[in-house]
């Protein structure tokens, strides 16, 4: 089976705007759509959980308006990025998809929720919250003092904000971070400083926009995220739990913004298990 280290890079026409994809793992119904977080191209996804999500399902990953090898700039909304994953899945010819995004991507998937429920079956949401859940300004500073911290140190600003910095998590961050590397053919282009701009001023527009009203959301959704997120607070993501009727949560121990990477080997069965219900 073709897995996400060498899965081709695919493209699609969308109203006029090349946008760049990946598509692997076993023929299912319904596929698994990937929304990726701030500034990640298709690169960034942890090759243990787009895997082992593909050995029992079809797996699409794909770079947004504007991001990585995609076309077009990137918008500032996350109403626009839900229209324009839409715009994305129906090209494809898609009737129905289940959804799983992280961080950034989760926020994106609740707007295709809200505005396209008939296109999703199930949908994972992971390291996010609901939308004017506030602590928005909060996270900008964490944001801004890791970057400090990874140009002082050389390194990558994802150990500060997705793992605990504690021995358990340094560790998962090293690993996880030498996954990212084991693809070395046909990678994606890195983000465009517009497009990681667009996406800041978005999550800041979320994070004081009016609360949207989840109660309306009828899919069972899984909610995941660590017991500690420093970016997303977890607490934000148990309030969206308790909003959306057909919501299950998950907490992993000991980790943070990354803790479906740092727990890939329990997350993924959880996941399958929720798709599988």
């Known amino acids: 089976m073709t897995t996400w280290k060498d899965a081709p890079n695919r493209t699609i ?7 760049t994809y990946r598509e692997l793992g076993k023929a299912s119904e319904v596929p698994v759509v990937f929304l990726h977080h ?4 298709l690169d960034d996804w942890d090759p243990r959980v787009i895997d082992g999500i593909a050995e029992h399902h079809r797996v699409i990953a794909f770079d947004n308006r504007g991001v990585g090898a995609t076309g077009g700039s990137a918008p500032s909304t996350v109403e626009q990025m839900g229209t324009d994953a839409i715009a994305f899945i129906r090209a494809l010819g898609l009737q129905k998809i ?40 909060k996270m900008g500073t964490i944001v801004a003092v890791a970057y400090l911290k990874a140009l ?7 150990n500060f904000l997705f793992f605990p910095r504690n021995s358990e998590g340094k560790q998962a961050a090293a690993d996880y971070l030498r996954r990212l590397k084991e693809r070395t053919d046909n990678r994606d ?23 949207d009203d989840l109660s309306v ?6 909610v995941a995220n660590g017991d500690d ?16 009727p057909g919501a299950q949560l998950k907490i992993y121990p000991n980790s943070g913004h990354g803790g479906i990477f740092q727990h890939h080997q329990s997350f993924v069965p959880d996941a399958l298990q929720f798709l599988a219900d």
């Open 13 to 19: 026409d969308v109203n006029g705007t090349t946008f």
């Open 217 to 222: 959301v009828t899919q069972p959704v899984l």
């Open 98 to 137: 289940d959804l799983l995004g992280f961080s950034l991507g989760g926020g994106v998937a609740q707007m295709v929720l809200l505005q396209a429920p008939e296109l999703v079956r199930r949908a994972i949401v992971a390291g996010s919250g609901p939308r004017g859940g506030g602590g928005i300004d």
């Open 38 to 41: 701030l500034t990640a191209v």
């Open 189 to 211: 282009k890195r983000i465009s400083i517009q497009a990681a701009i667009a996406q800041i001023k978005a999550i800041r527009r979320a994070g004081r926009f009016k609360p």
């Open 229 to 244: 997120d420093l970016m997303v607070a977890s607490s934000h993501s148990a309030d969206m739990a308790r909003r959306l």
């Open 152 to 158: 002082l140190t050389l390194s990558d600003p994802r």
